[in-house]
């Protein structure tokens, strides 16, 4: 470590010319090489040790197979590509670097500018701003939560529902079903149909079972057995089961069992509704005589399922709810460094552009936006790296079962190294991510030192 | 080249750190013997104060006669040991007061080191580190294996040898041997082979116990026709959906079928596998049986598929959840009470007798010495068990425990049924297999089986899936 210090104390490589050699033990500020190396040397250390070296061994360890005893050649790097899980995490990683900056850039620069012209833009910058003093952990748990399946704990979707379920609504009898020997039949799509035909003068019995006593509506009274009548057709629809009894006389109506109010049932002759009819408290209904020698359908609407929201962390949702978080946590950020370039932007250029005519879209679009460009790409550039080593979000929100499918590299880095016990290909990894990360990087110095340099 | 040079640095380290730690016990021992004896003056009242507590309850005076001479362990004064396990929350105090007793007994200072699952790689990273825990608990038979192929584990003592042989069944001496030289301590058992159900739900429904596959198809139609959802499934979790599979399995393939397919010397195209899926997909294929569908149960985790259907009064989200023993620490979070509210049942069998899965986990001695010999040995004692044994959520396969220590009659029963099983259970095939193919979220065998909850028709897909990733995980 020392030589190679020794070595690197020349930092400058051109040299000073030789003819005035005397003069370069010392420079410009009087200090020796000597006293510099020696301060910069503990620096040098710990960046050595703990940077330096870390990267150096990571990347001889992708080298190297799983034990770590024989080398691989490209092996690991191969796999980087052919690996599924490898891929969709790549795949997921392009999503995120081209979303989330943005989403998080342009949610920023909105917020920056609405709260300039807000009374309280403070107080909403702070609760803004806020999200930023949160863990990542935290917020993940957070998440969790609020993209919970089940309307009644995730708020995602109990607003979801609540919007959905105000333009259809459920039905009564989402798990009715025929039970044991009954004379119904599924008819496809939900619906239920009888195997018989019905004729004039007939009572008919449709039993369903399956709904709970407690979310019966609140018409149920008694089921009645029909009474015959001539030239129509009359039947009962009803609940064939008692709580705690069981199903009694099966197909036959007990004491104890509810009627179906308002079920609809229709009469069908090839495929076409000749009539239909809407069941009464008791679970009576009557069918006038054109119905004759039809067969009697249950419609599917009668048992439509109450809607249960999307599936926010399902495999097809799970990245963009992420990223949402992500954005949640992160606009934050973007707004503080842009609303800082704004307050630095002349305000002699606007008025100009408002004194010239220009409408207030004009003035955000092309003076605003143009003179915050720079406050701009860093807020993105550096969303950009930290969106490239995301890992506390995705292993946190996503659950077990769509992991695979919100992987991210860094999560598959852990997973390697850690779960599968793949140092190599973990490694491997890390270092593609280093490789991805190093234009962004070098892109942020390069701009920094055009900026001192200004 | 580089690595392996590494690895010399690293094996070197380790041996220094043993031989100082060796180096400061006999130091200590040396100078603080008068310390050591007031410790065994105080130790001795304190039992003694122990003694007098128990008396109160009852029949406990046999029990603390028999507790004092059921294991001898030396004195140990002045040493100290790390164990380290996956446990946290109230399976970690309880274990905890395990512990310290054996510090009341014997003198030594042992701390508990929380690991993270998966603990092999855990343990991986103490070792390259040269600290190991002196005592690990691993929680497969695969783990084991790895830790002796590894050289990190070191065989039992002639007293911890003989504590085991005393107290446990030749099945469990088994499963903690490596090539016939015994290893592992299983100190914790899981009876993975139980449904639990909903008693109100039952008994709204007119439902009861099943014996058979057929009858639980009965009684699950019964319950859905009462107006609840039959069974709730954690699928956000793959074990939960490995222990389904294995029941099944074991159950009607027989136990040599299954032996055969957890060394993957059968492959999962087998028909066998084929007859267990499709008999699986009986009731994971009905949309209707599983609370929220199957997309909503591969995303319930295991502890709420065990709430969801203990909450709501007569309208939980399901009447019966499939799991192990364990499953009590959940309903115990709920206001229902085991034994009145939440009762179980053996799982059914599909076969011609019902399967006994388990698991558990078994204590590992990774540094050897006398200190953690003799914590392996009171490990396998009939007493350490008993004293976590009471305090609830714990089972184990120690034969020496009387059944009559278990808080309630529930888990009595489960105790029971685990013991009296001998030899005839089998331990989870998941936890046997490679990390990679049985144990990684995600992967393997939890993923395919998520996926083929998800799309149950496709029992050849899932089948030639879980070959393809077994071939892979078993070959490398």
Redesign the interface.
Known sequence: MASATAAGTGPSPEGPPVPVAPKSRRSVTGTRRTVAALFLLPALVLLGALVVYPIGYSLIRSFYDQSGDAFAGFDNYEALFTDDGIRTALKNNVVWVVFAPTVATALGLIFAVLTERVRWGTAFKLVVFMPMAISMLAAGIIFRLVYDQDPDKGVANAVWVGVHDTFAESSAFPKAHPGRQSPLEPAGGGAFVTKQPVALGETVVLPLVGVAPDRMPDGAKQAAPAEPEDGRITGTTWQDFTRGKGSGTPGGVDSTELGYPGMRIEAVKDGEVVASATAAGDGTFTLPAEADGALLRLPADNFKEPYNGLDWLGPSLVTPAVIGSYVWMWAGFAMVLIAAGLAGVPRELLEAARVDGASEWQVFRRVTVPLLAPVLAVVVVTLMINVLKVFDLVFIIAPGSSQDDANVLALELYRKGFASDQPGIASAIAVFLLLLVIPVMWFNVRRLRREVRR | M???ST?GTRSTLGRTTRTTRAAGITGITGTTRAAAALAAGVLALSLTACGGGDDGKGDDGKGDGKQADSVTLPKLDGESLEVAAVWTGTEQENFKKVLAEFEKRTGAKVTFVPAQD?I??FL?SKVAGGAPPDVALLPQPGAIKQAVDKGWAKPLGAEAAKELSENYSQGWQDIGSVDGKPYGVYYKAANKSLIWYNAQVF????AEEPKTWDELLTTA??V?????TPFSVG????WTLTDWFENVYLSQAGPEKYDQLAKHEIKWTDPSVKDALTTLAGIWGKK?YVA?GP??A??T?FPTSVTQAFTGG??PKAGMVFEGDFAQVNIGETEAEVGTDAKVFPFPAVGDTAPVVSGGDAAVILEDSKAAQALATWLASPDAASIQAELGGFLSPNSGVDSSVYPNAVQKKIAEALVSAGDDFRFDMSDQAP??FGG????GE??TL?DFLKNPEDVAGAQEKLEADAAAAYG?
């Open positions: 580089r690595t392996s690895k998966p092999i790689n991986g008994a709204n429904a007119g139609q019964t859905y026709d009462s107006g609840v699928g956000a979790e793959g209707d929220g997309a909503g591969l995303q985790d007569d309208q990390q990679a990684t979220p995600g992967k939890w993923k998520q490398g």
